[in-house]
């Protein structure tokens, strides 16, 4: 096998899913030269009673019960028998070429490590316009021109967990690391929208020495559901990224969260809900409570390890953003 497709996926839209695996039938790498599978993590009904995968040559249906789509992705690094490894979420439908052209990168490009592409978006109805101008923050990107660096904060040039194209080194590299840490960044979990381990991910290919980059020829469609469509679903991402952003700032670069109970931040976070309207206040508000939540987990951490470092920190989890 030269290429892996890992498909980790919990509780999938099943519409959703079977248009995904559509696009892998349609690959015009041949079937034989690359292998599937699916992780299901944790998903209420298990999806090898469901999923008919007999198409393949070579697919498999794992089950991982640990939540979090880094265990997930880390399930499928184990279980690959490829050099190069492709993340495919269960909303994203690959370009025909996604595979071939994947292959052809990591031969034209071999300083880099991990690499992406276009994440365009399908919406499922029309975006309502009071969310238009947030739409990115759900992972949507046009790659014109390729982009690379070796420099973990060049974030230009950073790849998305969409159709995430990995080298196998690279990849063990990450897994040795997460396994290492006393922090783990488990990125979305269940409903639990923090992201994270995708550039985590990025991080620790850079300091192994590889680069990242971005590739126009690389492109996959998003399906975006009406769930998604929401301000209510705006504002928890938002949360979820904001926390992520300041816990890895923390955990690789030292960086504290500046206290969001300071009467300054205090008078600067009023002025800001009176200056705005109500989306935006709100999304101020997610911000400021990430704020808050990711203070309490580095403070836990922290705790953790004062009090005996030889014992392992209790997980985190984050609150669901309401209202």
């Known amino acids: 096998m030269t290429v892996t497709v890992v498909i980790p996926t919990h509780n999938p839209r099943m519409d959703y899913l079977a248009r995904v695996i559509d696009a892998l039938k349609k690959q015009s790498l041949p079937k034989t030269d690359w292998e599937l599978l699916v992780i299901d993590n944790g998903s209420e009904k298990p999806l090898s009673r469901s999923l008919d995968l007999s198409w393949h040559p070579t697919a498999r249906v794992i089950r991982e019960d640990a939540l979090g789509i ?3 992705r880390i399930r499928g690094i184990r279980e690959s028998a490829s050099e190069i490894l492709v993340f495919v979420d269960d909303d994203n439908v690959l370009d025909s070429g996604y595979l071939e052209n994947c292959l052809r990168i990591a031969a034209e490009w071999p300083q880099l490590g991990i690499w ?3 994440i365009l978006p399908e919406f499922e109805i029309e975006p309502p316009s009071g ?3 947030y739409l990115k923050i759900l992972a949507l990107r046009e790659v014109n021109q390729p982009l690379w660096s070796n420099v973990r904060t060049c974030t230009d040039a950073e790849p998305w ?4 194209c990995v080298r196998l080194s690279a990849a063990q590299a990450y897994i040795e690391s997460f396994s290492k840490t006393k922090f783990p960044i488990a990125g979305n979990t269940g409903n639990l929208l923090l992201g994270g381990d995708d550039t985590e991910m990025c991080y620790t290919v850079c300091n192994s020495g590889l680069g990242m980059g971005l590739f126009p020829d690389l492109k996959l ?3 975006i559901s009406k ?6 679903y705006i504002v928890r991402i938002k949360h979820g990224y904001a926390v992520k952003s300041l816990l890895l700032a923390y955990k690789w670069g030292g960086v504290h969260p500046t206290s969001a109970f300071s009467p300054i931040e205090i008078l600067r976070f009023l ?3 009176i200056s705005i309207r109500s989306l935006q206040r709100r999304l101020a508000w997610a911000f400021y409570r990430a704020r808050i939540t990711a203070t309490k987990i580095i403070a836990g951490e922290e ?3 004062a009090v005996d470092w030889r014992q392992p920190p209790p997980s985190f989890s984050l609150p669901e953003v309401g209202d």
């Open 161 to 164: 967990g969409a159709g995430l």
């Open 70 to 72: 880094a265990y997930a």
């Open 131 to 133: 969310i238009v101008p």
């Open 116 to 118: 992406g592409g276009s």
């Open 227 to 232: 769930r998604r469509l929401s301000e209510d």
């Open 303 to 305: 705790h953790s390890m």
């Open 271 to 273: 002025k800001q809900m």
């Open 221 to 223: 469609t998003h399906l």
